[in-house]
């Protein structure tokens, strides 16, 4: 199959908030644009942010009371109370560079696929889908890798046997 993402005019604000190295403002957009496909509307608006793990560990305590930096949070958009939305804002994304390079690290995977995924994982989040049952999780993560694969990735849950010869 392949990825369509010009059906997606996505007004992406990425904003570097970070020391190091990070994908190109391009490839934030098409990563976005793969997994916001699953949404179907022809325009929306979108924030990433990249941050540092003091500002994750706050923002992760502040939302959700874990006191450590995070890969990735999802900020959902949320109309007021009596506010109709009348613009395509779906919501922002808070990414951790030193989290990503760690896991990258860890995971013995590219930094970019692990960039890729956090994105896609992120933007899966704004959409409503989540991972907290074991089956909501087997939906997302299948969603994961055919976006992932897709934009030529390799399967980010993939585990690697270093027991076989």
């Avoid at 908030?17 to 929306?44: I, K, M």
């Avoid at 994961?144 to 849950?157: A, H, K, N, T, V």
Wanted: glycine share 4%.
């Amino acid at each position: 199959m392949t990825l369509d993402v010009s059906r997606i005019a996505l007004d992406l604000d990425l904003q570097i908030a970070c020391q190091g190295d990070v994908p190109s403002n391009a490839d934030f957009l098409l990563w976005a644009q793969a997994a916001l496909l699953e949404r179907g509307d022809a325009l929306t608006e979108l924030s990433i942010r990249l941050v540092e793990s003091d500002e994750s560990q706050v923002l992760n305590n502040q939302y959700r009371g874990k006191n450590k930096p995070t890969n990735v949070l999802s900020f959902p958009f949320e109309a007021p109370p009596g506010i109709t939305q009348t613009f395509p804002l779906i919501g922002d994304l808070v990414i951790c560079a030193d989290v990503v390079r760690e896991e990258a690290k860890a995971q013995s995977k590219s930094e970019t696929s692990h960039w890729a995924h956090m994105v896609v994982h992120g933007c899966l989040h704004l959409l409503g889908y989540d991972h907290i049952t074991d089956d909501e999780a087997q939906i997302m993560e299948n969603m994961e890798r055919r976006i992932l694969s897709q934009l030529g990735f390799d399967d980010p849950y993939k585990v690697e046997d270093t027991n076989s010869s």
